[in-house]
């Protein structure tokens, strides 16, 4: 049983856990806690990271093997996720809904058992301080520059769907309900759902992009075979498609260039439904530049997956500065804690103090600055967002740069495990089995990935299902498959213990698969077997 610490005990009826101050409340509401504001401002040399009241546990790093292989190294994380039923189930699915480590699961569970062993201490003297440290732990993990800046910048909170509530709601709020939003049809389909809420139909504008640019991603080749040639060719189609959008507005007659001044821009770094990479600095630049956009980026997939330096993505609003003007990411995806934390980051004063002036829930702090006004959203489980810090201490013991690495390689080699088995003889490049540098090169063009691997996501990608299930994207073939049929695959899937999901894009039908540390071939090889004997 957890049992939290008593800094003192005495034979009298009280307790005495500290020295009683007169001064009166420092923190938001009547929280007998530090001013949160003023302990992200401090310095690393000044700040004095808060005691755990309990025992902190052992945690085990998996040591990397020195084996270059793919999946060498994927035993060895098995311990860290040990709650999964791997007897049972492949589970090729982790970018849904994720899958806390074990440290995270841990250190949630003891916070858990601390604030029922008395709510008061932990609601009142705990909570607020142990938040303010998991908040600069974060801000440590995706940010090697300008730290005091990136301190000042973040807000925590339960998850990103809450933030872009803020972040759509407060553009309304701000810029009133005529103002206009705007975000690609590839973008996640509840930030489109709010975006109609907020600012009504007419005034939430999708950019067309699946149907006639998706296909051109596909024929990107690389002339150096690097991944920035990918994307700077990629970052052309998106801008092709933005630009399209904003003309046929002006075009329209209802809307002049200047008129767009102001408007919002909704992207998604890793795209949900597609895993596609997007340019989002690029992009970021050309509307801010041309339109005077302001710019907010749902980045739920990106936290770990990708390596975030935030002093670089964000822009302070200064003349000349790149970047976007709003990042928010969960840590319950990639980064592996337990659901429940999330992080919005905003370097901008000013839209600090008017979009982002109003949370979604609004609570005590909303006047006490933009960590407070975040950080407390009433009486609720804060213990995933008080795990941050021991999951950060993991990925970083661990060496997340080799983390990446290695699972961007096993994402790769279980990709040419199911080609192999379900596209047999191509990208092969002659010979029996299928190659990788074939695949890199030529599996979207020969339609096997729905885009090149280096716009896929680093540990996402789609892969087209089988001819026989796969179906066509040509719009009068009857082969053409609909969302009802993905559906269909997909309970067979589970039926045999196989979880991953299928997606429908264009009339074909693709497996999106999931490789995160603990992933192993025999899961791609399970995938691979099971969907050659789909009805």
Same mark, same amino acid.
């Given at each position: 049983?957890?049992?939290?610490?008593?800094?003192?005990?005495?034979?009298?009826?009280?307790?005495?856990?500290?020295?009683?101050?007169?001064?009166?409340?420092?923190?938001?509401?009547?929280?007998?806690?530090?001013?949160?504001?003023?302990?992200?401002?401090?310095?690393?040399?000044?700040?004095?990271?808060?005691?755990?009241?309990?025992?902190?546990?052992?945690?085990?790093?998996?040591?990397?093997?020195?084996?270059?292989?793919?999946?060498?190294?994927?035993?060895?994380?098995?311990?860290?996720?040990?709650?999964?039923?791997?007897?049972?189930?492949?589970?090729?699915?982790?970018?849904?809904?994720?899958?806390?480590?074990?440290?995270?699961?841990?250190?949630?569970?003891?916070?858990?058992? #601390?604030?029922?062993?008395?709510?008061?201490?932990?609601?009142?003297?705990?909570?607020?301080?142990?938040?303010?440290?998991?908040?600069?732990?974060? /801000?440590?993990?995706?940010?090697?520059?300008?730290?005091?800046?990136?301190?000042?910048?973040?807000?925590?909170?339960?998850?990103?769907?809450?933030?872009?509530?803020?972040?759509?709601?407060?553009?309304?709020?701000?810029?009133?309900?005529?103002?206009?939003?705007?975000?690609?049809?590839?973008?996640?389909?509840?930030?489109?759902?709010?975006?109609?809420?907020?600012? =009504?139909?007419?005034? $939430?504008?999708?950019?067309?992009?699946?149907?006639?640019?998706?296909?051109?991603?596909?024929?990107?080749?690389?002339?150096?075979?690097?991944?920035?040639?990918?994307?700077?060719?990629?970052?052309d189609v998106f801008l092709s498609a933005f630009d399209s959008t904003i003309q046929n507005l002006i075009r329209g007659g209802k809307h002049s260039k200047s008129s767009l001044a102001g408007s919002l821009l909704l992207?998604?770094?890793?795209?949900?439904?597609?895993?596609?990479?997007?340019?989002?600095?690029?992009?970021?630049?050309?509307?801010?530049?041309?339109?005077?956009?302001? %710019?907010?980026?749902?980045?739920?997939?990106?936290?770990?997956?990708?390596?975030?330096?935030?002093?670089?993505?964000?822009?302070?609003?200064?003349?000349?500065?790149?970047?976007?003007?709003?990042?928010?990411?969960?840590?319950?995806?990639?980064?592996?804690?337990?659901?429940?934390? $999330?992080?919005?980051?905003?370097?901008?004063?000013?839209?600090?103090?008017?979009?982002?002036?109003?949370? $979604?829930?609004? !609570?005590?702090?909303?006047?006490?600055?933009?960590?407070?006004?975040?950080?407390?959203?009433?009486?609720?489980?804060?213990?995933?967002?008080?795990?941050?810090?021991?999951?950060?201490?993991?990925?970083?013991? $661990?060496?997340?740069?080799?983390?990446?690495?290695?699972?961007?390689?096993?994402?790769?080699?279980?990709?040419?495990?199911?080609?192999?088995?379900?596209?047999?003889?191509?990208?092969?490049? =002659?010979?029996?089995?299928?190659?990788?540098?074939?695949?890199?090169?030529?599996?979207?063009?020969?339609?096997?990935?729905? %885009?090149?691997?280096?716009?896929?996501?680093?540990?996402?990608?789609?892969?087209?299902?089988?001819?026989?299930?796969? =179906? !066509?994207?040509?719009?009068?073939?009857?082969?053409?498959?609909?969302?009802?049929?993905?559906?269909?695959?997909?309970?067979?899937?589970?039926? #045999?213990?196989?979880?991953?999901?299928?997606?429908?894009?264009?009339?074909?039908?693709?497996?999106?698969?999931? #490789?995160? /540390?603990?992933?192993?071939?025999?899961?791609?090889?399970?995938?691979?077997?099971?969907?050659?004997?789909?009805?």
């Amino acid at each position: 049983m957890i049992r939290c610490k008593l800094l003192h005990r005495s034979p009298m009826p009280c307790r005495i856990i500290r020295t009683l101050s007169t001064d009166g409340y420092k923190s938001i509401g009547s929280f007998h806690s530090d001013n949160v504001e003023e302990l992200m401002r401090l310095s690393d040399e000044d700040y004095i990271a808060p005691e755990l009241p309990f025992e902190k546990g052992s945690v085990k790093i998996p040591t990397r093997s020195p084996v270059a292989a793919p999946f060498a190294n994927s035993g060895r994380f098995s311990d860290s996720y040990s709650h999964l039923d791997r007897s049972q189930w492949s589970f090729l699915n982790h970018g849904a809904f994720g899958l806390a480590t074990d440290v995270g699961l841990s250190r949630a569970h003891s916070w858990r058992m #601390c604030l029922e062993s008395q709510p008061l201490r932990y609601f009142d003297r705990y909570l607020l301080n142990h938040l303010a440290h998991s908040a600069r732990s974060l /801000v440590d993990f995706v940010a090697t520059e300008n730290k005091d800046k990136m301190r000042e910048s973040i807000a925590l909170m339960s998850n990103v769907t809450g933030g872009m509530n803020a972040v759509i709601g407060g553009h309304a709020r701000f810029h009133g309900n005529s103002s206009k939003v705007f975000s690609f049809d590839i973008n996640y389909g509840s930030n489109k759902k709010m975006c109609q809420t907020y600012h =009504g139909q007419e005034n $939430a504008i999708e950019i067309p992009f699946e149907e006639d640019f998706l296909p051109l991603l596909r024929k990107i080749q690389s002339s150096s075979n690097e991944d920035n040639d990918y994307h700077l060719q990629a970052t052309d189609v998106f801008l092709s498609a933005f630009d399209s959008t904003i003309q046929n507005l002006i075009r329209g007659g209802k809307h002049s260039k200047s008129s767009l001044a102001g408007s919002l821009l909704l992207l998604d770094h890793i795209t949900s439904n597609t895993a596609i990479h997007t340019p989002i600095m690029s992009l970021a630049k050309y509307a801010k530049e041309e339109y005077g956009m302001i %710019v907010a980026v749902d980045g739920a997939h990106s936290l770990l997956s990708l390596p975030l330096e935030m002093s670089n993505i964000l822009s302070d609003g200064s003349d000349g500065q790149e970047g976007v003007d709003i990042y928010l990411t969960n840590c319950h995806k990639w980064f592996s804690s337990p659901r429940g934390a $999330a992080a919005l980051f905003c370097s901008n004063t000013t839209i600090q103090d008017s979009i982002l002036r109003q949370p $979604a829930v609004v !609570s005590h702090g909303v006047n006490d600055g933009f960590l407070s006004r975040f950080l407390w959203d009433g009486c609720r489980d804060y213990s995933a967002e008080l795990s941050l810090p021991a999951i950060t201490d993991f990925w970083n013991s $661990a060496d997340i740069s080799v983390v990446r690495i290695d699972t961007k390689q096993n994402l790769k080699e279980g990709i040419r495990i199911l080609i192999q088995h379900w596209h047999p003889g191509v990208c092969s490049g =002659g010979g029996d089995n299928a190659d990788m540098a074939s695949i890199e090169q030529n599996s979207a063009e020969a339609g096997l990935t729905l %885009v090149p691997l280096q716009l896929h996501a680093p540990m996402m990608a789609l892969v087209r299902l089988p001819d026989h299930l796969s =179906g !066509s994207a040509v719009a009068n073939k009857s082969d053409r498959k609909t969302s009802t049929d993905a559906k269909r695959v997909q309970d067979y899937f589970y039926s #045999c213990r196989v979880e991953v999901p299928v997606k429908c894009v264009r009339g074909v039908l693709y497996c999106r698969v999931s #490789c995160h /540390v603990y992933n192993t071939a025999e899961d791609f090889e399970t995938l691979a077997r099971v969907a050659l004997n789909v009805p």
